[in-house]
């Protein structure tokens, strides 16, 4: 069993673009993140909701809007693509503990804008 | 801010030898810390972690010593193997909603 799933795997696209990529944890964890890993393997938290709402909104393009239908799940939508969000996107999700909580993640998704 | 400053690699060693990550943190209060691994094509997942000071985490022959004097938290294994090339991230944590990742250090043992 996945812990927790995303879909797809690569993702190839035109800039200006639209796409989503979608996340589902099966751990029972209240809450979620989003990753953005850039080429030298530098790791940066979009977001991150617990419970279904949004707790961390860094410093991101509105272009990029977190959708969570339930706990199991966080999507990411993307507008308007630019070369610059080529990159992996890691999904991960948590127990909400106030220390020590371990992130799980899944395993990327590999975007290349063209 | 809260950061994690670690070493930059890449580091490239032999099979069997002595392997030493290091990581140091800069925070506020009282962080939990963490080493994660991130094997080829794959997502990261925890390899260690301590969440006072020291506290020592271990896994797989990994150690590292949370060290509150020297604000550290050196990842060590005595004898590395070819199935431990990965890229190894240290991260510190004081809420369960905010990681710190550093950036992240590539390891190649070689046979």
């Known amino acids: 069993d996945t812990a927790v799933s995303q879909t797809p795997k690569y993702l190839v696209t035109q800039m200006g673009n639209d796409k989503s990529i979608k996340c589902e944890q099966n751990?029972?964890?209240?809450?979620m993140y989003w990753y953005k890993q850039d080429s030298k393997k530098f790791l940066k938290i979009m977001f991150s909701?617990?419970?279904?709402?949004?707790?961390i909104n860094e410093t991101v393009p509105n272009r990029f809007s977190p959708k969570s239908p339930d706990k199991a799940h966080l999507n990411l939508h993307i507008n308007s693509l630019e070369l610059g969000d080529s990159a992996v996107y890691f999904c991960?999700?948590?127990?909400?503990?106030?220390?020590?909580?371990?992130?799980?993640f899944g395993p990327g998704t590999r975007l290349l804008v063209l | 801010g809260d950061s994690v400053t670690q070493m930059e690699g890449p580091v490239t060693l032999s099979e069997e030898a002595f392997l030493t990550i290091n990581c140091t943190y800069t925070?506020?209060?009282?962080?939990?810390l963490f080493w994660y691994v991130q094997y080829p094509g794959e997502g990261l997942q925890l390899l260690l972690k301590?969440?006072?000071?020291?506290d020592k985490g271990s896994n797989k022959g990994f150690e590292a010593t949370y060290r509150k004097e020297t604000t550290s938290f050196h990842l060590e294994k005595g004898s590395v193997q070819v199935s431990d090339s990965a890229v190894y991230f240290c991260?510190?944590?004081?809420?369960?909603?905010?990681?710190?990742f550093g950036a992240g250090t590539r390891l190649t043992v070689k046979p």
């Open positions: 751990l029972g964890h209240d809450t």
């Open positions: 925070a506020t209060g009282y962080p939990s």
């Open positions: 909701y617990n419970n279904k709402e949004l707790i």
């Open positions: 301590a969440t006072k000071a020291d």
């Open positions: 991960a999700s948590s127990l909400p503990t106030l220390t020590a909580a371990t992130q799980y």
């Open positions: 991260a510190l944590s004081k809420d369960n909603n905010d990681m710190r």
